[in-house]
């Protein structure tokens, strides 16, 4: 089955404390995106990447790294996280050949993070 | 100003309502618009793309207006299940490439 899976689902960490959340696709797509969802504010782009080893900041990135070493994933690292991180997160990908923007975003189950 | 605005709603409407959502956008260096359903905190999953030319797919038909810089969204005959958040979602190139959500729209369809 065509998906893109995250883990943690859940994940109640504290203030300081690194973490990552893995996010991996398997259906060859060259771009993959996160984003952080806030009441309110809607979904806002963390950082992209459009192939690997090619990485984006978006419009939050302050606060997280990304790298994409493989295709297929693209993991979300927070080195010192802290409760402003609160959020929920969504990995995306898309095939991303040519023109990325033309394409629609195949989006992960998201990644309930609480920072205390 | 956002650069992706959307009346937030909510729309309560009653079974079989005709209901349009609109989204407008202020870059000009935007290139591809769509619409994405999203249920209760879930994963956004796309209901349609949205062309110059208008697009339909059942009971939902999409337009694009760029010289005014909104696109809308039409449901006909609205059932049950349409119950969601409608998001509006745009795509650019300024600099790198991007993509900007509009907050949403929360649709509640009533027998």
């Known amino acids: 089955e065509a998906q893109v899976t995250q883990n943690p689902r859940y994940l109640i960490t504290v203030t300081g404390k690194k973490l990552t959340v893995t996010c991996s696709q398997n259906m060859n797509h060259e771009y993959m995106s996160w984003y952080r969802q806030d009441p309110g504010l809607g979904l806002r782009q963390i950082y992209y990447s459009m192939n690997v080893e090619v990485t984006d900041k978006g419009d939050v990135p302050e606060g997280y790294k990304v790298s994409r070493k493989e295709k297929r994933n693209f993991p979300l690292i927070l080195e010192s996280p802290s409760p402003n991180q609160t959020s929920l997160y969504f990995c995306?990908?898309?095939?991303?050949?040519?023109?990325?923007?033309?394409?629609?975003?195949?989006f992960g189950p998201g990644t309930r993070l609480t920072v205390t | 100003r956002k650069e992706v605005e959307q009346d937030p709603g909510p729309f309560n409407v009653p079974e079989g309502a005709t209901v349009a959502f609109n989204c407008t956008y202020s870059?000009?260096?935007?290139?591809?618009f769509f619409w994405y359903r999203q249920d209760c905190r879930k994963e956004p999953k796309l209901l349609m793309s949205?062309?110059?030319s208008g697009n339909e797919d059942g009971r939902f038909t999409a337009q694009l207006n760029r010289a005014s810089q909104y696109i809308s969204l039409l449901i006909r005959d609205s059932k049950l299940s349409d119950s969601a958040t409608y998001l509006c979602v745009v795509n650019m190139k300024t600099g790198g490439f991007k993509t900007i959500f509009g907050a949403g729209t929360r649709l509640f369809v009533k027998a």
């Open positions: 949205v062309y110059s």
């Open positions: 995306a990908s898309s095939p991303g050949q040519g023109n990325p923007l033309s394409y629609e975003q195949y």
């Open positions: 870059n000009s260096a935007s290139q591809s």
